[in-house]
Nanobody, 125 residues
Framework: QLQLVESGGGLVQSGGSLRLSCAGS????????VAWFRQAPGKEREGISC????????YYADSVKGRFTISRDNHKNTVWLQMNSLKTEDTAVYYC??????????????????WGQGTQVTVSS
């Protein structure tokens, strides 16, 4: 059973940066696409980015494109989400998730099998 643990959330001012980490419990994370989702209070969950397991192909939702960068190091079983130029509307709980079959987190979120517990990101004005 793959377990995922997010870290790196916190409070930051608008325009600032944070880097989220998603660590996998097994040395097989490279078999999985890993995605980042977020959910703000009163809003639906949003799939914002993902990265392929072996090919490193990336996807970004329009809401974060140009500001966020996803990357991974399979030797470290870790995926990162570098978040720059943060806005107040980025405030949410951020989750990472993994799947062997899914890709686009915006349309295939239900195919992501393994989820972390989430980390809070709060952007103040």
């Amino acid at each position: 059973q793959l377990q995922l643990v997010e870290s790196g959330g916190g409070l930051v001012q608008s325009g600032g940066s944070l880097r989220l980490s998603c660590a996998g419990s097994r040395n097989t994370l490279d078999y999985y696409a890993v995605a980042w989702f977020r959910q703000a209070p009163g809003k639906e969950r949003e799939g914002i980015s993902c990265i392929g397991g072996s090919n490193g192909k990336t996807y970004y939702a329009d809401s974060v494109k140009g500001r966020f960068t996803i990357s991974r190091d399979n030797h470290k079983n870790t995926v990162w989400l570098q978040m720059n130029s943060l806005k107040t509307e980025d405030t949410a709980v951020y989750y990472c998730a993994a799947s062997k079959v899914a890709w686009n987190p915006a349309s295939q979120d239900k195919l992501y099998d393994y989820w972390g517990q989430g980390t809070q990101v709060t952007v103040s004005s």
